[in-house]
């Protein structure tokens, strides 16, 4: 093998992903998260929690569950995104909608997230959370208003202690099952039914905070229409986010335990209840004024996460680099790197520790896969570095694993999983690994943060001469189109403002 190694990806990176199911075989047999980035409209960090809202009965009570996981949510999201200037424009809007909200002016507290994924979510308190990358998805002022009015919704509805009792009932109910069935599996099944039970409320709520939201903005002056506009714009991001990582996509499949409907579901309800409250003038959608406030927003990986382009990441503050297989699809995932194949393998990256004075090939054959069986472990050089390879399985997935020394105790690390083993996985596994060594300062220099820059559509101009601007190596025209909520094929005005993402 060629390449080379030191220092690590960082342990703990930004932001916050889902894991589909499929995936968790991999997780528990590598003992690691293949993490998947993938967007959603709205999230409650509670799901995950159990018990956090028990007892709570009061607005101090929420308040003080509120400020308690704030600094987590902070913590999880890569922090605060500063940007004065646009903090200011947000909490403008949030005053705006504020005053025909429940909970009037002063009962929310909004903060932008530095996170590339497209997700906004409440606490109880006022707690309201948006996502840089949510903003970069929005096209006006309106589809801001009707995220945030969405979120007030939920807060003022007391959806997560409704939420809460509802997992204690459904609990008690799962029990009852266990009891009665007293078989194998029983206790599976009484969980299964809890976590049915609350997902299909949770999916309820949903559909209340996207009617409670429209007429909050309603009544605020906005199109409610804009929630439909944004709404789309997140599906077309979905399926193009899933294609772009080679997964499939269905966008009226709702999964048994899934917390949210189906978002055609959702744009159907949400056209329903819009066309009776548009206002004689069509409503507020301040496109301009959106636009201005989010030029230059920081879009995609921060910059201490290293950037992908293409199938190539490179990390400039470590100074290192590593190329994915041909047809591979590449996610900058919170603590790994992680490249999806159309036939389904997955190739990770990412850093360890391992004692300087143990040996890779020791390490490799107690900790590859926990719960598996290690074939077969090598040890060897890569580019002069020491490294250490392995080939494992486990759970019917087959992995190769190479463990390259780099400075002290640190170590990177590629695993290559599949259930589909075939003839070229170990050819395409060297190949990758072989791509990875240091850059010097001047290559680590030349790739900067992308952000979004607003441009303005000139005679001629179209969809696809706009497109040739976007800083990407693949996809531009589909990334163009979805990004400003343009259909293919559609004619634009010499005046009106797109986005276009830019180094």
């Not at 509120?66 to 902070?74: M, Q, S, Y």
């Not at 997700?119 to 998805?137: H, K, Q, T």
């Not at 919704?153 to 266990?178: C, M, T």
Request: proline letters at 4%; glycine letters at 10%; a positive charge.
């Amino acid at each position: 093998m060629g390449g080379k190694a030191g220092g690590k990806k960082a342990a703990e990176r930004r932001g916050a992903v889902r894991a589909p199911g499929w995936r968790g075989v991999v997780a528990r047999a590598l003992g690691v998260l293949v993490a998947s980035g993938l967007v959603a409209a709205c999230s409650s960090l509670d799901a995950g929690n159990p018990g956090f809202m028990a007892g709570a009965s009061s607005d101090a009570r929420e308040a003080r569950i509120g400020a308690r996981e704030n600094p987590k949510v902070l913590a999880a999201y890569g922090g605060a995104y500063a940007s004065g200037d646009l903090d200011r424009y947000v909490q403008q809007v949030t005053q705006r909608l504020a005053q025909n909200a429940a909970s009037g002016s002063g009962g929310y507290k909004v903060t932008l997230l530095n996170s590339p994924t497209i997700n906004a979510f409440s606490l109880p308190g006022g707690y309201i959370y948006v996502s840089r990358g949510l903003l970069a998805l929005a096209n006006s002022e309106a589809e801001l208003a009707a995220v945030i009015s969405h979120e007030m919704a939920h807060i003022d509805s007391r959806h997560a202690l409704q939420r809460e009792q509802q997992a204690a009932s459904a609990g008690a109910v799962g029990r009852v099952i266990a009891d009665m069935s007293r078989g194998p599996g029983s206790s599976a099944e009484a969980l299964s039914y809890a976590r049915a039970q609350v997902a299909q409320f949770s999916r309820q709520q949903e559909l209340e905070a996207d009617a409670i939201g429209i007429r909050i903005m309603a009544k605020s002056g906005y199109d409610p229409r804009a929630a439909i506009t944004f709404l789309t714009s997140l599906e077309r991001q979905t399926a193009l986010h899933s294609r772009m990582l080679n997964r499939e996509h269905d966008p009226n499949r709702v999964e048994l335990t899934a917390t949210h409907p189906a978002t055609p579901e959702r744009i159907s309800a949400v056209e329903r209840d819009a066309r009776t409250l548009v206002p004689a003038n069509g409503g507020l959608r301040n496109e301009d004024a959106y636009f201005a406030a989010i030029d230059g927003l920081l879009y995609g990986d921060d910059p201490s996460e290293g950037y992908v382009r293409g199938r190539t990441f490179l990390h400039p503050r470590l100074g290192i680099t590593f190329t994915m297989p041909d047809g591979y699809g590449v996610q900058n995932a919170p603590n790994a790197v992680v490249g999806f194949a159309p036939e389904g393998a997955i190739l990770r990256f990412d850093g360890i520790d391992v004692p300087t004075g143990t040996s890779l090939a020791r390490h490799l054959q107690r900790n590859s896969v926990r719960g598996g069986e290690v074939r077969s472990v090598t040890e060897g050089t890569v580019n002069g570095h020491q490294a250490a390879f392995a080939v494992a399985s486990a759970d019917q997935w087959q992995f190769r694993i190479a463990l390259i020394r780099g400075s002290g105790k640190s170590v990177y690390r590629f695993i290559h999983a599949t259930q589909k083993p075939k003839a070229g996985d170990e050819a395409e596994f060297v190949s990758a690994v072989n791509t990875f060594h240091y850059v010097d300062a001047a290559t680590a220099r030349s790739v900067s943060p992308l952000h979004v820059a607003i441009d303005k559509v000139r005679p001629g101009d179209t969809s696809v001469t706009l497109a040739r601007k976007m800083a990407y190596p693949d996809m531009r025209l589909e990334r163009f189109l979805t990004l400003n909520g343009i259909q293919a094929g559609q004619s634009l005005k010499p005046g009106e403002q797109v986005k276009i993402i830019a180094e």
